[in-house]
Nanobody, 129 residues
Framework: VQLQASGGGLVQPGGSLRLSCEAS????????MGWFRQAPGMEREFVAT????????SYADSAKGRFTISRDDAANMVFLQMNDLKPEDTAVYYC???????????????????????WGQGTLVTVSS
């Protein structure tokens, strides 16, 4: 399984970025997908998740109203649209996948990182003026 995250970069506060994660080697349409982030010196934290069917999504409180997770099963990709970015959003963002449980998004947001099996390499997002 390979998860390739991209789309990070330097953006000013209030700006937007769209992260992408291309998956291979897994049954993507049967996989729940998630985004996590890790700031320097901090623990990795949950950001957003989307169920295998795309029928449910769940967000960290810090992401609600600003970030949107979506998926394109035809392209084996998951996206994270991030708007109104703040300096505290600065982190390395990771995508993750889970292909066995077929649970709704709330399960993955509750369980966090241990619920996911595979991880990408991360893409750096820096929000600064």
């Amino acid at each position: 399984v390979q998860l390739q995250a991209s789309g990070g970069g330097l953006v000013q506060p209030g700006g937007s970025l769209r992260l992408s994660c291309e998956a291979s080697g897994l049954p993507f349409s049967a996989s729940a997908m998630g985004w996590f982030r890790q700031a320097p010196g901090m623990e990795r934290e949950f950001v957003a998740t989307i169920s295998w069917s795309g029928g449910s999504t769940s967000y960290a409180d810090s992401a609600k109203g600003r970030f949107t997770i979506s998926r394109d099963d035809a392209a084996n990709m998951v996206f994270l649209q991030m708007n109104d970015l703040k300096p505290e959003d600065t982190a390395v963002y990771y995508c993750a996948s889970e292909s066995r449980k077929k649970r709704g998004a709330s399960y993955y947001s509750l369980m966090g990182a241990p619920a996911f099996d595979y991880w990408g390499q991360g893409t750096l997002v820096t929000v600064s003026s």
